[in-house]
């Protein structure tokens, strides 16, 4: 005996965000594109960001012939206090390396990448010339990997999903069926939900349909 269950075609949202506030100055990517893990989605304007490294990068030249001037001068420091100066110089190129590497991170966040395989449902109107900060215009984008399809339970049909189902899915409006694997039971407050995998072939979010699952 089998039985049918409406349901919904559903998927992860990924909502990805620039890591700095700033002037956007290239959008590559745009609502309803397809994106692969990595591309590249929109820049931010580095011409800031590159100063400060550029700063921090002449700040380390200057600190370390510091340190070297010293070392030449005092190669095996006897007395305590030339061994504190040396520590001291020593502290300070150290700093100076890791405000390097803070700047250059600066510089590589200003580019937004996709961490999916997907297709952006939100570019949220960003434009070059906008500018943006890591609270606002975020990009949402459809995990493909992640589509599945989601069925209401009445309580009485729990028991019946104790254990995987195999489940024949309909979509309307689309003559090919596909098969997938039921997962447990589970509730969001309101009802008794089953997520069913589904490959993201001809699907989107919000597609409806009925699974048939045999006992």
Known sequence: MSKVFK????????????????????????????????????????????????????????????????????PDPKEAIDKYLKTEKQASLNASVKEVELAKAKLDQSDLFSPVDGMIMDDSGIVPGLYVTPAGASVKIIDISSYYFEIELGQKDIPDFENPKESKIKLEGLEKEVTGNSSPVYSDGKGFLVKISIPSQEMLPGMTGSATISD
């Open 7 to 74: 349901g919904e075609v559903k998927a992860r949202i990924v909502d990805v965000r620039f890591a700095l506030s700033g002037k956007v100055s290239s959008v590559v990517k745009h609502t309803g594109d397809i994106v692969k893990k990595w591309n590249l989605i929109a820049s931010l304007d580095r011409k800031v960001l590159q100063m400060e490294l550029d700063k921090q990068l002449a700040d380390y030249e200057k600190v370390r012939a510091d340190f070297e001037i010293f070392a030449q001068k005092n």
